[in-house]
């Protein structure tokens, strides 16, 4: 397995390819939707290669990609989470849930605010979490 910092910014990194996904999703759907063209005033130009039906197609296809990336980040977070919750220390798990596991993608800034400590002091319990990860990543 990579380093699991590696693995958990990774994970981390994942929500943000399908926010991507479903905004260009979303995006195509809104291209459909008829807009606001005057017939009497505008020119309309159309071209056979951009039916409704190809946008639609590629609507499914970018949908079932969808689902796909999601199932798997939901299988990655399950064994993130399983790997975070190895650590002892409960303050250490908080932090890193929070921090790659979260559907917001905080920064530390916000995670420091939601645990009650500064963020220099959150920061050296992340950096300790991730040292304790990697030691018991060595003995296995």
């Known amino acids: 397995m990579r380093s699991v910092k590696r ?10 390819e399908i926010e991507e996904l479903q905004t260009r999703i979303n995006d195509m759907r809104t291209a459909l939707l008829p807009s ?3 017939y009497d005033r ?4 159309t071209s056979p290669a951009d039916t409704v039906t190809d946008r ?3 609507i499914a296809e970018y949908s079932n990609l969808l689902e796909q990336k999601i199932n798997k980040l939901y299988r990655r977070r399950a064994a993130a989470q399983q790997l975070i919750d190895k650590l002892p ?15 917001s993608r905080p920064t530390m800034e916000t995670v420091a605010e939601k645990v009650g400590y500064t963020v220099r002091q959150t920061y050296r319990v ?3 979490a991730l040292e304790h990860l990697r030691e018991k990543q060595r003995c296995q």
């Open 42 to 45: 505008d020119k309309v130009q």
């Open 56 to 58: 639609m197609a590629a």
């Open 36 to 38: 606001a063209i005057r």
């Open 7 to 16: 693995y958990l910014y990774a994970v981390r990194d994942e929500l943000g």
């Open 126 to 128: 992340y950096a300790s």
């Open 89 to 103: 220390d409960s303050l250490e798990r908080q932090v890193l849930s929070m921090y790659f596991l979260s559907n």
